[in-house]
């Protein structure tokens, strides 16, 4: 064990990744939940993700379905590996059962990526859409492709991360939540699943921010109805 | 700007802060516990078997490092001791060249523990390891070799709750998507175990290296869920049988490829599912004019 206040720092990378595993998390938790309530608090109707659809909707199935239930799929994974690790251990205890969770991953990953791009080109091509697209939207769908490529490497290069999440992370992510941090194990860990779990960092600093927000809106009934037709009502500048 | 904001940034702040505090204030506290006087032992005692018993014995052979058995009459000297403790990839000296002729450069760097435990530990060696016995664990049997086979792919679950090898290692006669490959991020040779029985200085060796794995993401995955001595001794037994077959080329990787088609399947399944979908207002439009 070592501590970030121990005078002779010791030889290598550690204390930095105190900086980025302990120190970070915190920050981007506490920004996470005040800044999310305060703009439910002051902002309550700007909890929407603004559809475009009515403006095209030609490419929108393709980019939308694929990427939202991808993204629902791997998110849920994540969760579930977090909340019940000794449960995955279990589950990928029989090699069949490791390949097909991890075979179920890797096909929702690629769907993630591939809708994720056609929302790009779609916001990118389109001039309608691209009209609507505020700053941050472009910051989000940037930082959201980084981390789709970056988790489908390690998907790829670091097998099996079902099982691994669960033996490594899990403990890490349980010691940021009960106030006893120890990110000793993922200081070992090489630098596509940092830069992945920093990532995720990102995401949630920038949540409130961005139309991410929507994630929150409940009831979500949208998980399951079909797309609907939103027309626009902005108000008029003043410049009119 | 709303009168709010000011508030909610210093309460922002404050909660940062302390969260950021009560989480050394907790890192402290544990690291108050482990150290605790142990009673009458020598102090480098703990430490030495934590720390270096996994690859030294003192007096009982060699296994991934040498037997430090007359460790003060070899070495140049305390100092230099030291120092190559601290960073033995960076001690190349004539000694420190012999060593890693004969036994390779991979001892890792101690320098985490401190100057305190370091010294503790030279005074446990150069006094020959007083109180420091080796526990001899029973031969293996054939079904050593079966059972260490299904601790391998996880089919039998290590009983305190370490995850199984296959999550992060491969090995010769791997059915299936074969195994992980976790390990070979963080050095390439570790992936793959079919040589590690030759690897870690055959049964003796790897027996101490899996009792106290010191390997970079294991050593603090396993610290608080160690192998027991009977899971040990079956994978040990494994690895060895495993060593002698020899290893077939590798075959084609098809993970990637069972993606991609997944994926294809999955986007025409999500086509027919929402075949009844609104396509496009223009093309509906002016198709129904028609």
């Not at chain 1, 970070?24 to 109707?45: D, N």
């Not at chain 1, 019940?84 to 090699?95: C, H, Q, T």
């Not at chain 2, 503790?120 to 420091?132: R, V, Y």
């Not at chain 2, 990787?253 to 991609?260: L, R, V």
Request: charged share 15%; proline share 5%; net charge positive.
């Amino acid at each position: 064990m070592y501590s970030l206040l121990q005078t002779a720092a010791p030889a290598g990378p550690l204390p930095i990744n105190d900086l980025l595993f302990v120190v970070v998390p915190y920050v981007v938790l506490a920004v996470f939940f005040s800044m999310t309530i305060w703009r439910y608090v002051k902002e309550k109707f700007s909890y929407s993700s603004y559809s475009s659809q009515f403006l095209e909707n030609q490419h929108q199935f393709w980019g939308s379905v694929p990427w939202h239930y991808g993204i629902l799929a791997l998110v849920a994974g994540h969760l579930i590996g977090f909340l019940v690790p000794r449960g995955v251990l279990w589950w990928n205890s029989v090699p069949a059962r490791l390949y097909i969770i991890e075979g179920a991953a890797l096909i929702f990953g690629i769907i993630t990526l591939i809708g994720l791009i056609n929302l790009i080109v779609r916001r990118a091509s389109n001039p309608r859409v691209r009209a609507v697209t505020s700053k941050m939207d472009v910051v989000v769908l940037v930082l959201l492709l980084l981390q789709v490529i970056g988790g489908l490497w390690v998907a790829l290069t670091a097998r099996w991360g079902s099982s691994w999440f669960a033996a490594v992370l899990a403990p890490y992510l349980w010691s940021l939540f009960t106030f006893q941090p120890d990110a000793s194990a993922v200081a070992q860990l090489p630098w596509s699943i940092k830069l992945h779990i920093l990532g995720a960092y990102a995401i949630f600093a920038l949540f409130p921010f961005t139309r991410l927000v929507h994630v929150l809106v409940v009831p979500n009934h949208y998980l399951w109805r079909r797309f609907q037709v939103v027309m626009w009502n902005k108000r008029a500048s003043k410049a009119e | 700007m709303n009168r709010m904001l000011p508030h909610l940034l210093l309460l922002f702040a404050v909660a940062s802060l302390a969260c950021v505090f009560l989480a050394f204030e907790g890192r402290e506290a544990s690291a108050q516990t482990a150290e605790l006087p142990a009673g009458t032992k020598a102090a480098g005692l703990d430490p030495f078997k934590t720390s270096c018993a996994p690859c030294h014995t003192i007096g009982g052979g060699k296994l991934v490092g040498p037997d430090l058995a007359g460790l003060k009459d070899r070495v140049p000297s305390r100092e230099w001791l030291m120092a190559f403790l601290k960073n033995p990839a960076g001690t190349n000296d004539d000694y420190a060249k012999k060593v890693k002729a004969e036994f390779g450069d991979t001892m890792p760097a101690q320098a985490a523990l401190g100057d305190n435990v370091l010294n503790d530990i030279i005074d446990f060696m150069f006094a020959g390891g007083p109180g420091l016995t080796v526990k001899k664990l029973r031969g293996a049997t054939p079904e050593d070799i079966d059972l260490g086979r299904r601790l391998f792919t996880g089919e039998a679950r290590l009983a305190n709750g370490g995850p199984s090898c296959i999550s992060c290692h491969s090995i010769t006669g791997l059915t299936g998507l074969g195994g992980g490959t976790l390990a070979a991020t963080v050095g390439a040779k570790y992936t793959d175990l079919s040589n590690a029985f030759n690897r870690n200085g055959g049964e003796a060796g790897l027996r101490a290296s899996l009792a106290s794995p010191q390997f970079l993401v294991m050593k603090q995955v396993f610290a608080d869920k160690p192998m027991t001595e009977e899971e040990v001794i079956a994978l040990t037994a494994y690895l060895g049988d495993v060593s002698k077959t020899t290893a077939p080329p590798p075959g084609r990787d098809y993970f990637i490829i069972y993606g991609i088609v997944g994926a294809i399947a999955l986007l025409i399944a999500l086509d027919l599912i929402w075949i009844r979908r609104f396509r496009n207002v223009r093309k509906t439009l002016v198709g129904g004019s028609k």
